[in-house]
């Protein structure tokens, strides 16, 4: 079920959801055209006597992408695939803001925009996605992971309309698909997903489309 939380000193309320929840995003900001999804993490840090004799892992570079899928849920080329490689769609509705490499820091670690006016009638759906780059070698899963959220915000108005924290137990888990932005009777609609994959690199996750 979807809880509000509204900020200190503030009008509008943001939308905590869980995994499965479904919102319709006209029905929280009218004439919505342009958002900004933020999505972050932190690196679990190792933490006592023993942390200083066998150090801390290797820095985790989690990767966002969003794959922008026809109506029979298909990515029908490789061009609508946005991530570090290829940070702007061809019609210029979802522009990748660039890689992070370490996910330190406060705030979004890599954030997308997304213009809803200007996105293909071709395409339904826009899949949001994170993977560890190179997990194998570096031997790394989501359970060296935590913090991790994605949030959608109004462009025009800086408003946060709504957050998903990813809180569950990942471990042993390479990729997540996080969240789906979903044309329904022409309103976006976003869904918390949430689901945890075995994928090792972006091209088995596409591969499910």
């Not at 006592?48 to 290797?58: E, H, K, T």
């Not at 210029?92 to 996105?119: K, M, P, Y």
């Not at 137990?169 to 075995?198: C, D, M």
Request: charged fraction near 30%; glycine fraction near 8%; include cysteine.
């Amino acid at each position: 079920m979807c809880k509000q939380t509204k900020p200190f000193g503030g009008m509008d309320m943001t939308i905590s959801l869980k995994k499965g929840d479904r919102i319709r995003l006209s029905k929280e900001v009218q004439g919505l055209a342009e958002v900004l999804v933020g999505l972050g993490w932190d690196p679990v840090k190792k933490t006592g006597f023993l942390s200083r004799f066998i150090g801390q892992p290797a820095e985790i570079d989690i990767d966002a992408s969003v794959l922008m899928v026809n109506e029979r849920g298909h990515l029908e080329d490789t061009s609508d695939l946005v991530y570090f490689k290829n940070l702007k769609s061809p019609c210029r509705s979802v522009i990748h803001q660039g890689d992070n490499l370490t996910g330190e820091g406060d705030g979004d670690d890599e954030s997308i925009e997304v213009d809803l006016t200007r996105i293909p009638s071709r395409i339904h759906k826009l899949v949001f996605v994170v993977n560890i780059y190179d997990c194998i070698r570096r031997s790394q899963s989501f359970d060296m992971v935590q913090n991790a959220y994605i949030r959608l915000m109004d462009r025009r108005s800086g408003r946060e309309i709504i957050k998903y924290d990813l809180n569950e137990n990942y471990t042993g888990k390479t990729a997540l698909i996080v969240g789906e932005l979903e044309r329904i009777n022409g309103e976006w609609e976003f869904t918390a997903i949430g689901k945890p994959t075995n994928d090792t690199d972006l091209s088995q996750i596409c591969r499910r489309y």
